[in-house]
Every structure is written in C-alpha cells, then in structure tokens.
C-alpha cells in the first residue's frame, strides 16, 4: 500500500548514515546523507565533525586529516605544502616558499629562480654565475 510505502521512505530517510537508527530530531544532513550530530564524523580520525568539514572520495573529513590526504609534502622540511608552495617543472619536488634557497648563497628565494647543474640558484648568483663564464669565454678567445 502507498501510505506504507511512503512511511518506510520516510524512515529510511530519517535513517542514520552512519549508525542505521533513526533520527528524532537534532540531525545534520551532509554529503545526501543524514546523521546524528554525535555520527558525523570523520571518516579517517573519527573527530566528531562541527561546522567545517571536508570530502575526499564522498567521505566526510576534517581539515587536518584532508590536508593530509590531499596536500603534497615539502622536499626540504618534510611538512605539508597547505598554502603557497613552489614546484618545479618537470619534477614532483614541491617546497614551502621559505624553505627554497639558493645552494650558493643560502638565502632564501624570492621571485625569479633558475636551477644550474641541477641546484636551485637565486637570480643574483645566476647572473653572476653567467657574468664569470662569459669572462671565461672572452679569456679564451683571446
């Protein structure tokens, strides 16, 4: 019959994704799917979810167990990459802006940046490190 049809849907629409029991009241719906409030967690560590959540693969997380999942790893310091990170082309190293320096000088880089020999090098070194071989270079023309 319709009305038991329509009770059942109901039921199972009010259905706890994550525990199966019904939800009286105080529910949360996320993700098309409807939860207690103590239910809604994250798929990964199991915190109980609040305002701000995540999805990775139609699973609720939290940010920190997103980042994890989702941010690359720094080259050089070994932490997540969870905002500006600079990576070079053709390789799947990524650092922390802070954390690129220059393996002449040591200081860390800031705007342009060219690798030489396979090292990272700031701008001023580069162009010293040009200026010295064409030096070289008329030395040897002469």
């Known amino acids: 019959d319709s009305a038991g049809m ?5 039921r199972i629409k009010r259905q706890c994704y994550s525990c199966s029991e019904e939800v009286q009241s105080g529910g949360c719906s996320a993700i098309g799917r409807t939860y207690h409030k103590d239910c809604f967690k994250c798929s990964n560590c199991k915190t109980v979810l609040e305002a701000k959540f995540f999805t990775e693969e139609d699973q609720p997380l939290c940010e ?5 999942l989702t ?18 082309k053709g390789e799947e190293k990524v650092y922390h802006t802070h954390c ?4 002449n000088c040591t ?13 990272v090098v700031c701008d001023a070194c580069a162009k ?10 008329l030395c040897y023309e002469r």
């Not at 200081?107 to 090292?119: C, H, L, R, V």
């Open 6 to 10: 329509l009770m059942e849907l109901n």
């Open 64 to 68: 920190n167990c997103y980042k994890e």
């Open 71 to 88: 941010c690359p790893v720094c080259t050089v310091c070994g932490n997540l990459v969870d905002g500006d990170g600079v990576m070079m």
């Open 100 to 103: 690129l320096t220059c393996s």
């Open 107 to 119: 200081n860390t880089i800031e705007g342009k940046f060219f690798t030489m020999d396979g090292k």
């Open 128 to 137: 010293d490190q040009v200026r010295k071989i064409m030096r070289l270079n």
